[in-house]
C-alpha cells in the first residue's frame, strides 16, 4: 500500500481519512525532538516562504504555528488583520491573490468566517493550513489534543473522550469530533442544550447532559472554553450557574470511577469551565498539549510541503 | 399590429380547463378565438407549434428587478428580457429597491420603466411600511392608483404584528393582498443556511425552520381575524405547508407560492460553501423539498414563483457568511419545474400552467392567465421535451448567481407573446 499524502490544503479532519490523520500524528513523533534541543532547528523547509494571515486575534495559535515554521527553518511573515489592507476594505481573496503574487509558498489563515481557508484554498496555488475558520474547524488543535491523548494512553481506538462546554460555537469541537471518531474513539458531548449544535448525534457522538454524566463515561475531559460573548447573547445565563452546574472541579472528578485526563484548548477561564486545582492537578495535560501543538504543527507544514515520513525521522537526526 | 395564429400545439388553458391540440387566434392584443380550425387569416402572422404546449403566459409573483439604485445587478428592462426568456409574460417586482417603492412616484416610475422596455409586463408591488422600516404604513391607495398590485416588505419581515394586522384590515379596502415574508428575525438573526445537521458539520449559523413558520401562523391568524388576504411568499417547510392546508380547510383567505430552488435543492446544496445556494429562506431538508412538491400537487400552495435576485459575482465570491442571499431564477424556473414536477409525474404539464400562469393571476388579481377570447395575448409556446443545459453566461438577466449552471434540464420556452407582440423567440443556433 502507498503512502497516504495530504493534498494541497488542510481545512478540517473531516475530509482526511483515519490513514492521513495517523500519518500527521506519526510525523509528529520525530518533530516532538527538535524541540527539546539546545538547537531547535532542522532544515527541512528551508527556502519555503509562509505567511501567518491571522484575521482574529491569537496568541498562542500564531505563536506556536511560527515556531513551528521557524524550527523548520522556513522564512516566515505575520499579517494580522488590523492594520493592514484587510481594514481598507480588502477582500479576502484579493488579500491572498496579493500574497501569492509575491511568491509565497503556504498560507496559514485563521479567519472568523466558517469555511474562510477552503474558500482560499479553491482559489490560490500555495498550500493553506486552517488555523481555526469561524466556527468550523481547527484542525492542527484537534490533531495535537490526539496527539496528547495517544501520547498518555498509547492508543486512540476504544478510548471515551467527552468534550464538555460550547459545542455549538467550538471550531475545536468539531476538529476532535472528526478526528477521534475516525481513529476508533468514542466521543462524548457535554453542555447545556442551548449549546450543542442540532443534529450532532448524527455526527456519531454520544449526548452527555450532565458534566456528571461525562466524568462518569469518559476515559479523558477535553473542557472547551466558555466565551463570555455567548452569555450575554442569551445562551446560558451566568458564568456563576454554568460553574455550578457544568463545572470541572476537583469535587466532581473524585467521584470518577477511574482518574480522568485533563485536556483544555486555552486559554482557561480558571473557576468558570475549570477549576485551578484541576487544571494545576495531576491529571492536567494542558502544558503538554501546547508542547504538541508545536510538533503537530511542523508535522502538517512538512507533510504539505511533500515532505514523506520517513525523511521527517531523517531530517530530526540531523544535527 | 399584425394578428397572430398559433397552429399545431397542444393548447392548455387551465382557467377553462382546455387541454388539447388547437388553433389560438391573436388579434388586436387580445386573444380572438380558439378552436380545432381557425382557417387561414389574412396577413396573419402563423407560428407551427407543432409538438408544443400553447398556455397562457407565465406569471412569478415574485421578482427584484434591483431598479432603481442598483442598475448594474438589473433593471426593468433586463429583467423583463430575462422574464420573457423564461416565458414570463408578466413578473411583479418587490419593492426593496433604492429608493424603496413605497409611493405614488415610485410605483409610477416602474409602471413607466416596464413600458419603455415594452417585453414582459412589470407590475409594482408596493411597500407595506414607508422605507420598509416596520412602523407606518404606506398609503395603500395612492400606491394601487399608481399600479401596484400588492403591498409586501419582502427582504424583511413584517415584525409587528399589530402593522400586519392594520395592512390586512387596511388592504381590504382596494382589494389587494398582503404579501408577506415570513421570518421570525429575533431567531433567524445571524444565520447564513437552513439549521440542521449541515449548518453544524459547516459551522455556521443556522436558521431554524420555526423562524419561519411562527410567522406562517401569526399571519394565518391575523387573515382569520381581519379576513384579509394574506399571501404568504416563498414557502420553505413543512411545517409551513401543513399549517397552510389547516388555514385552507377553515376558509382562511391564504394563499401560497413557492420556488423552483426550494423544490429542487436541499441544504446538501451548501456543502463547500457554495454561496450560490445561500438564499433566504434558506434551502432545508429533504423532507422539506418533498412537502413543498406535494403541496404543489395537492394545491396547497398556489403558485410557483422565482424570487429571482440578481447579485453581481464580486459579492458572491465572499466568505459564506459575507455573502448576500438570493439566486436568479427567470430563466431556469420552467425547465426546472418541468424537470422536477411534471417528468416525475408529480404533475401534470396542466396543473403545473396553472401554478405559473393561472392561479398567480387570479391570487394578484391580474390579466393574463387564461386564453379566454377576449382576453390579452399574453401566450407562451413552450417545448416540453427539448432539453438543455444551463449556460448562465447566455442569460438575458445582467447577473449569473444561480446554483443551476451545468445542469441538464427538460423544458424551455420557444416564444412569449405578451399584448399580441413576439417579445421573445429562441434563436435556433441556440439549440443543443
Not at chain 1, 477552503?118 to 490526539?146: C, W, Y
Not at chain 2, 429575533?186 to 443556511?193: E, R
Request: glycine content about 10%.
Amino acid at each position: 500500500m502507498s503512502t497516504p499524502t495530504l493534498g494541497k490544503d488542510l481545512v478540517g479532519l473531516e475530509p482526511l481519512s483515519a490513514e492521513q490523520i495517523l500519518l500527521i500524528l506519526d510525523t509528529a513523533e520525530p518533530f516532538k525532538e527538535v524541540s527539546e534541543r539546545a538547537i531547535k532547528k532542522v532544515p527541512a523547509l528551508r527556502g519555503k516562504t509562509i505567511v501567518n494571515l491571522f484575521f482574529e486575534a491569537s496568541t498562542r495559535t500564531r505563536i506556536s504555528f511560527e515556531f513551528a515554521e521557524k524550527r523548520l527553518s522556513a522564512d516566515t511573515v505575520n499579517v494580522a488583520a488590523a492594520g493592514s489592507s484587510v481594514s481598507k476594505g480588502e477582500t479576502l481573496v484579493d488579500t491572498a491573490k496579493n500574497l501569492e503574487a509575491m511568491r509565497i509558498d503556504m498560507v496559514v489563515i485563521r479567519h472568523g468566517a466558517s469555511g474562510a481557508a477552503q474558500f482560499l484554498g479553491q482559489r490560490i496555488r500555495s498550500n493553506v493550513i486552517n488555523a481555526g475558520d469561524g466556527k468550523h474547524e481547527h484542525p492542527t488543535q484537534g490533531l495535537l489534543d490526539m496527539l496528547t491523548l495517544r501520547d498518555r494512553f498509547k492508543r486512540i481506538k476504544g478510548l471515551k473522550v467527552a468534550i464538555c462546554g460550547d459545542i455549538l460555537h467550538s471550531r475545536v469541537a468539531r476538529s476532535n469530533i472528526w478526528g477521534l471518531t475516525k481513529l476508533g474513539a468514542q466521543v462524548g458531548v457535554c453542555g447545556p442544550a442551548s449549546l450543542l449544535p442540532r443534529g450532532v448525534e448524527e455526527l456519531g457522538v454520544t449526548i452527555l447532559p450532565r458534566i456528571e454524566d461525562a466524568i462518569q463515561w469518559a476515559d479523558a475531559l477535553n473542557v472547551l472554553r466558555l466565551q463570555l460573548e455567548r452569555m450575554e447573547a442569551g445562551f446560558f445565563p451566568s458564568l456563576r450557574e454554568y460553574n455550578r452546574v457544568f463545572g470541572v472541579t476537583n469535587e466532581r472528578l473524585a467521584r470518577a470511577p477511574k482518574d480522568l485526563l485533563i485536556l483544555h484548548p486555552g486559554p482557561m477561564n480558571r473557576g468558570v469551565e475549570i477549576d485551578s486545582d484541576v487544571a494545576d492537578g495531576p491529571h492536567s495535560v494542558i502544558l503538554p498539549q501546547v508542547t504538541n501543538g508545536v510538533a503537530v504543527r511542523m508535522a502538517v507544514l512538512y507533510l504539505l510541503a511533500g515532505g514523506s515520513p520517513e525523511w521527517a525521522h531523517r531530517g530530526a537526526d540531523e544535527r | 399590429m399584425r394578428p397572430i395564429l398559433i397552429r399545431g400545439g397542444r393548447v392548455i388553458d387551465p382557467s377553462r380547463s382546455i387541454d388539447g391540440v388547437a388553433e389560438v387566434y391573436l388579434e388586436g392584443g387580445k386573444v380572438a378565438d380558439t378552436g380545432p380550425s381557425l382557417g387561414s387569416p389574412e396577413g396573419a402572422l402563423v407560428l407551427d407549434a407543432a409538438g408544443k404546449i400553447v398556455t397562457p403566459g407565465l406569471i412569478d409573483l415574485h421578482v427584484h428587478l434591483r431598479e432603481p439604485g442598483q442598475e448594474e445587478l438589473e433593471t426593468v428592462a433586463t429583467g423583463a428580457m430575462a422574464a420573457a426568456a423564461g416565458g414570463f409574460s408578466a413578473v411583479c417586482a418587490m419593492p426593496n429597491t433604492d429608493p424603496v417603492t413605497d409611493n405614488q412616484a415610485a410605483i409610477g416610475f416602474i409602471v413607466s420603466q416596464a413600458q419603455r422596455a415594452g417585453k414582459a409586463r412589470v407590475y409594482p408591488i408596493g411597500a407595506i411600511s414607508l422605507g420598509q422600516k416596520g412602523q407606518q404604513l404606506a398609503e395603500f391607495g395612492e400606491l394601487v392608483g399608481a399600479g401596484a398590485v400588492a403591498v409586501s416588505d419582502d427582504g424583511k419581515p413584517v415584525v409587528s404584528s399589530h402593522l400586519m394586522r392594520t395592512a390586512l384590515e387596511y388592504a381590504r379596502t382596494f382589494g389587494i393582498p398582503v404579501a408577506d415574508h415570513c421570518e421570525d428575525p429575533t431567531l433567524s438573526s445571524g444565520g447564513a443556511m437552513h439549521e440542521g445537521i449541515v449548518s453544524t458539520r459547516l459551522g455556521l449559523k443556522g436558521i431554524p425552520a420555526a423562524a419561519e413558520e411562527i410567522m406562517v401562523a401569526r399571519d394565518i391568524l391575523l387573515a382569520e381575524h381581519t379576513g384579509g388576504h394574506i399571501h404568504l411568499c416563498h414557502m420553505s417547510t413543512r411545517g409551513s405547508v401543513e399549517l397552510i392546508r389547516r388555514a385552507k380547510e377553515k376558509g382562511v383567505r391564504v394563499t401560497a407560492e413557492a420556488c423552483p430552488h426550494h423544490f429542487t435543492l436541499t441544504h446538501e446544496r451548501c456543502e463547500g460553501y457554495d454561496t450560490n445556494a445561500k438564499m433566504n429562506p434558506p434551502l432545508r431538508e429533504p423532507e422539506d423539498r418533498e412537502a413543498i412538491r406535494q403541496g404543489l400537487r395537492d394545491g396547497t400552495i398556489d403558485a410557483i414563483c422565482t424570487d429571482h435576485a440578481p447579485h453581481h459575482y464580486d459579492a458572491k465570491e465572499r466568505e459564506f457568511d459575507d455573502a448576500p442571499n438570493g439566486i436568479i431564477g427567470l430563466e431556469t424556473a420552467l425547465g426546472l419545474a418541468v424537470s422536477e414536477l411534471v417528468e416525475p409525474g408529480l404533475l401534470s404539464l396542466p396543473t403545473l400552467i396553472s401554478r405559473m400562469s393561472t392561479m398567480p393571476a387570479r391570487i394578484f388579481n391580474l390579466a393574463g392567465g387564461t386564453l379566454a377570447p377576449g382576453s390579452p395575448a399574453d401566450v407562451l409556446i413552450a417545448d416540453p421535451k427539448a432539453k438543455w443545459v444551463v449556460d448562465p453566461t447566455v442569460f438575458f438577466s445582467k447577473s449569473r448567481n444561480t446554483p443551476f449552471a451545468g445542469r441538464q434540464l427538460t423544458g424551455r420556452a420557444e416564444v412569449t407573446i405578451v399584448r399580441g407582440q413576439v417579445v421573445y423567440q429562441r434563436r435556433p443556433e441556440e439549440a443543443v
